[in-house]
């Protein structure tokens, strides 16, 4: 089993965004040291509690404190960018980290309507060329333009020794096809979504033509005992209870703010809040490691890239490291 994480650089109300963006590189580094196989950030936009708009960025800092960690952005959302740009940003990701830059691709717009038109426009017009747009970034990547095509003289400099590793994202038949038409592999985003996930791993692996893997993305908080884990999830809960109810919390709530929070609610909206797990496991390690045991074997894949939200820094730490405790097999990797 390999065992990965996605970062959405949650805040905790206790910190900063200057703190928090530089602890993204703390918990690379201890992911490194505890044998995690590869690290990378998500993209969103103007949502409240997430510090990543602009993976690359992060993706550079977190590089040059690093040594031998993947690095990768799950996901690059393509339809707002062009793809020579994007070509170009992991190339020279991949120039500065030989050998260790995966590039994931989405197509989601990672925000609000408001933040898409600014970004990029008519983000769903952008969405249905999704298609095109793999193609050109991947015919960018490995320089293999037909001679007749427009580009083909137009190269995505600094040119790599090693080209980025290429992956789609997504929770869908639709992206699964896409990810095996032009041969990458899939991610499939199990946290957000449960019920499709065996269904839509199993359309990718029919189309598929070569050896490229499947991973899945959980969410996942581990801690000493089942009753501290559900406490620390606790906060999460009401961080997502709150921005579904389009009041959001701009950081994830210590234990005492989120317990204040929930007094402050009624018998059924408490319990209607502390029910919903979003798909996440929660538990002691052995709890969690049972869990992911069943779903590898469900889903016949050996890679997860882990999502943990908590209430703060230490308790995420705390959280991958006891999980690589029951995976001892991490450190010889």
């Given amino acids: 089993m390999k065992l990965s994480i996605l970062d959405q650089v949650p805040r905790s109300s206790e910190t ?22 590869r690290y990378w950030v998500a993209e969103h936009h103007d949502l409240h509690g997430l510090l990543s708009p602009a993976p690359e ?80 970034l991947m015919h960018f990547l490995e320089r293999d333009f037909p001679d007749d095509h427009k580009y083909s003289k137009l190269q995505a400099v600094p040119i790599p020794f090693e080209a980025p590793t290429a992956y789609i994202l997504g929770t869908s038949k639709k992206s699964a096809a896409l990810a095996a038409k032009h041969n990458l592999h899939y991610v499939y985003g199990h946290f957000m979504n449960q019920k499709d996930s065996d269904e839509v791993i199993a359309h990718y692996r029919k189309r598929q033509t070569g050896n490229q893997k499947a991973i899945v993305g959980v969410s996942v908080l581990c801690a000493e005992t089942q009753e501290r884990a559900e406490k620390l999830y606790r906060s999460v809960q009401i961080w997502h209870a709150y921005n579904e109810q389009q009041e959001p919390l701009n950081s994830i709530p210590t234990l005492a ?21 979003h798909g996440a496991i929660v538990g002691d390690k052995y709890h969690v490691k049972r869990k992911l045991d069943e779903l590898s074997l469900e889903l016949n894949v050996d890679e997860f890239i882990v999502l943990t939200h908590a209430p703060e820094l230490r308790d995420r730490l705390h959280s991958y490291r006891l999980l690589a405790e029951v995976y001892p097999q991490l450190v010889s990797l």
């Fill in 257 to 277: 703010e989120a317990d204040y929070l929930l007094r402050q609610l009624d018998e059924k909206k408490r319990k209607e809040i502390t029910s919903k797990k």
């Fill in 57 to 136: 960025i992060l993706l550079a800092y977190i590089g040059a404190k690093t040594n031998s960690i993947r690095l990768g952005a799950g996901a690059i959302l393509l339809p707002h960018y062009a793809p020579y740009k994007v070509a170009e940003t992991f190339n020279m990701l991949a120039n500065l980290f030989p050998g260790r830059v995966d590039l994931g691709l989405g197509r989601s717009p990672g925000g609000s309507a408001e933040s898409s038109e600014a970004l990029s426009g008519n983000f769903i017009e952008r969405v249905h060329t999704m298609d095109e747009r793999v193609e050109e």
């Fill in 16 to 37: 900063t965004n200057e703190i928090a963006l530089k602890e993204t590189a703390d918990l690379a580094l201890a992911a490194e040291s505890l044998g995690y196989h």
